[in-house]
């Protein structure tokens, strides 16, 4: 998961901020942010992109708390977080099958 290429850590720094600049502008559009959802491939399975995106995210009172994001917890919010952070796993294939089923029978 972790590279030592500074390629590699400038991407994950820009997903990281671009994904944060997205979640500002919602919360800005919904008049503030309850909850935060990781989910899918990068939101289930990188601990190090999610710290990234909370912790530029901190203004609106997202605190993540660490050994649960290490762990992949369900919640990774800190206990003083005034914004939920949830890890919600997903299966992606079988939308994608489902979708495509859909299509199919159209």
């Known amino acids: ?3 030592d290429d500074p390629h590699a850590r400038e991407a994950v720094e ?15 559009t919904l008049g503030g942010l309850e ?21 530029r995210l901190d203004w609106l009172g ?9 762990a992949h917890a369900e919640i990774i919010s800190r206990p003083d977080s005034k914004v939920e952070i949830r890890v ?6 079988s939308i994608i099958a489902r ?3 859909m299509q199919g029978n159209a």
Do not use: M, Q, Y
């Open 62 to 70: 997202v605190a993540i708390d660490e050994p649960s994001n290490a």
């Open 88 to 93: 919600v796993p997903t299966d992606e294939e």
């Open 35 to 55: 909850c935060l959802v990781f989910t899918a491939g990068i939101g289930e399975r990188s601990a190090p992109v999610r710290k990234a995106i909370c912790e």
């Open 14 to 28: 820009l997903f990281a901020f671009r994904a944060a600049r997205e979640a500002a502008a919602l919360a800005n």
């Open 99 to 101: 979708h495509t089923r």
């Open 1 to 3: 998961e972790a590279s």
